[in-house]
């Protein structure tokens, strides 16, 4: 199987997996206790139908949207993922790449594994900051201070991995950073020696954003107790309350899912908030981000950008956000896989073909840009 044979998601998926230590994959492809939430994301999408409008004149078709200050080239944007070098050797820097040919915003994770200097000097698409809320203060301060000095466009303030989410194919594996393999995770790594030798022959891994202020001291951080051990459960809204005015520019949460926080967040003076289940990763059971969206594009969409991630696989699943209010629309693992299998040429290849089901999918419905889209093009089972 090769880059040309994948078609749609499912492809990419399947070409990742030939080419990634299952422990590896199953870091990417896995979510929390039963995957309940996982599954429903995606599924979420298929309980909603488009009804098209015929005859509109649609020779032309603008994908363009404006979310948080940023014009962006397609309403899908890369969300901010971890560990993208342990994926493929160019890591973020193949995305951010991909990103800036189709002009969207991609985001870089505080486990990212480039610095968000370098990718901000090769690329000047819109660029978000991942932050995790650490219980070091003067951790959070130097990374704020750093995203700002960097040129950072957007800060995003994850707020649903104040603990670890209960991921138990890597409990399986013993996936961790560095990694502190089972020894059937470790037969797993013997089976893909292409990906080895590409890990070994390349820059050695790092976590830039965090390597002055965290001493792995050599033993295994498993992503889980990266989240318990050191991010600050007892964060409230007045600390990031805080951390908007301190930043003083975009400011997004992402996680977010009550209309009551919806509102808070509003309240604090956020620009934008992302509804997710973190892809699933986190409380299982939690609502699909597509279910809750226009309830709280309904109470705040009319004060701050609504966003929404998780599930998403096809235009047509994009064109259903927007028709329901979102502003932009994240995607994961439909950049992940992509990236996996091929690095920047996959995750290109994986948004040309989103570019193209947009376009194809709009000009079904009868509309010639995102704009027109409504939810009179919708209706729910
Ligand atoms: C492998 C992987 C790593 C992730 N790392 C982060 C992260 O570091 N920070 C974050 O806010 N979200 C992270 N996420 C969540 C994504 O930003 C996004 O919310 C989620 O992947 C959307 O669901 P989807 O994968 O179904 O598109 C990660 C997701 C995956 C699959």
Redesign the pocket.
């Known amino acids: 199987m090769r880059l040309t044979d994948c078609h749609n998601f499912h492809d990419f998926r399947t070409l990742a997996r030939r080419r990634l230590p299952g422990p590896i994959f199953d ?2 492809d896995g979510a929390a206790d039963d995957e309940v939430t996982y599954r429903r ?1 995606t599924a979420s999408f298929e309980r909603c139908d488009l009804v098209p409008n015929v005859l509109r004149g649609v020779d032309e078709v603008d994908l363009s949207v404006t979310v948080m200050g940023q014009k962006l080239g397609l309403p899908v944007y890369c ?4 560990l993208q070098r342990l994926f493929h050797h160019d890591g973020e820097r193949a995305v951010a790449a991909a990103a800036a040919k189709f002009g969207t915003m991609f985001g870089v ?3 990212g594994t480039a610095s968000i200097e370098d990718v901000r000097r090769a690329y000047s698409t819109p660029q978000v900051f ?1 932050f995790y809320f650490h219980k070091d203060r003067g951790l959070n301060r130097a990374m704020m201070q750093r995203a700002k000095d960097a040129g950072v466009d957007v800060m995003m303030l ?1 707020v649903d991995s104040i603990t670890g989410g209960n991921r138990e194919r890597d409990l399986r594996t013993g996936f961790s950073i560095p990694f502190r393999l089972t020894l059937g995770g470790m037969l797993q790594f013997a089976l893909k020696p292409r990906w080895a030798l590409n890990y070994l022959m390349h820059e050695r891994f790092a976590l830039p954003q965090l390597q002055q202020h965290v001493d792995f001291g050599g033993s295994a951080l498993s992503i889980g107790r990266y989240f318990t051990e050191m991010l600050d459960a007892s964060m409230t809204w007045d600390d990031v309350a805080q951390m908007v005015r301190e930043w003083n520019g975009p400011f997004c949460l ?1 996680g977010v899912m009550s209309v009551d926080d919806a509102k808070r967040a509003v309240g604090i003076g956020c620009t934008g908030l992302v509804l ?1 289940n ?2 699933g ?1 986190q409380l299982d059971g939690s609502r699909a981000a597509f279910d809750q969206l226009a309830e709280v594009v309904d109470a705040v969409g009319d004060r701050i950008d609504v966003m929404m ?4 696989q096809r235009g047509t699943h994009v064109l259903k956000a927007l028709s329901l209010g979102a502003k932009a629309v ?5 950049y ?1 896989f992509p990236l996996a299998a091929a690095g920047r040429a996959g995750v290109e290849r994986a948004l040309e073909l989103m570019r193209l089901e947009l376009v194809r999918d709009l000009r079904l419905m009868g509309c010639r840009s995102t704009a027109e889209l409504s939810r009179a093009n919708l209706r729910f089972r």
């Open positions: 870091y990417i994301n969300s901010p993922t971890a994770s505080s486990l991942q994850t992402k997710s973190h892809g990763r991630d998780g599930g998403v994240g995607v994961g693992r439909y992940l």
